[in-house]
């Protein structure tokens, strides 16, 4: 099975920073990755796929890019909105997510 | 725009059978090309994909859950359903339903909580 590593697994940030949060799979996924968000008591919602397409309805102020085994989402500036987990996907093979990165406020 | 609702019993005894049903509104279940699933969310094994149905009636499922797992669709009722036998503790977490595309998944359920009790 590919295993999926996010990094680092918490960071505080302030509203109007830049976020970056990484995925690395155990072995090459070509772009066959999705981000999501959740807030606390929601369900995940989808935010980019195929590693840096954007979801309709979602803010350009998240972007995504990689490609194999590395990959980054990055929020260019943090809203009040964006305190939450973020968990990325692939579906390369048996779909897997990865552990999740939490966004709180500094 | 698709909303999907689940229902079933919050409390299941152990080794019991879990049984969901996810119900959805706003679109036919059997519109070409439909592909339904269900994801699970606990404190110890994070996201977990369960299954997904495809329109061919074809399943496919985590190999870890696919002894003890059914997806199944009601097209007359716009439903489709989970089943997860001989379920322990470790079962217990929030179930989704959920709609795949192309491998990620871009309609969720609300969740519900199951818990594994006597």
């Known amino acids: 099975d590919i295993q999926l590593t996010q990094s680092p697994s918490s960071l505080s940030a302030s509203v109007g920073d830049r976020v970056t949060i990484t995925c690395r799979a155990s072995q090459g996924i070509s772009n066959s990755l999705a981000w999501y968000q959740q807030r606390p008591g929601k369900a995940p919602k989808l935010l980019l796929y195929a590693a840096s397409t954007l979801e309709s309805g979602v803010p350009s102020r998240f972007s995504g890019s990689g490609s194999g085994t590395d990959f980054t989402l990055t929020i260019s500036s943090l809203q009040p909105d964006d305190f939450a987990t973020y968990y990325c996907q692939h579906y390369y093979s048996t779909l897997t997510f990865g552990p999740g990165t939490k966004v709180d406020v500094k | 725009q698709l909303h999907l609702q689940e229902s079933g019993p919050g409390l299941v005894k152990p080794s019991e059978t879990l049984s969901l049903t996810c119900t959805v509104s706003g679109g036919s279940i059997s519109s070409s090309r439909y592909y339904w699933g269900w994801i699970r969310q606990s404190p110890g094994k994070g996201l977990e994909w369960i299954g997904t149905i495809y329109d061919s009636g074809s399943t496919y499922y985590n190999p870890s859950l696919k002894s003890r797992v059914t997806i199944s669709v009601d097209t007359s009722k716009n439903q489709f359903s989970l089943k997860l036998t001989s379920v322990t503790a470790a079962d217990t977490a929030v179930y989704y339903c959920?709609?795949?595309?192309?491998?990620?998944?871009?309609?969720w359920g609300q969740g519900t909580l199951v818990t594994v009790s006597s």
């Open positions: 959920v709609r795949p595309s192309g491998g990620h998944f871009d309609y």
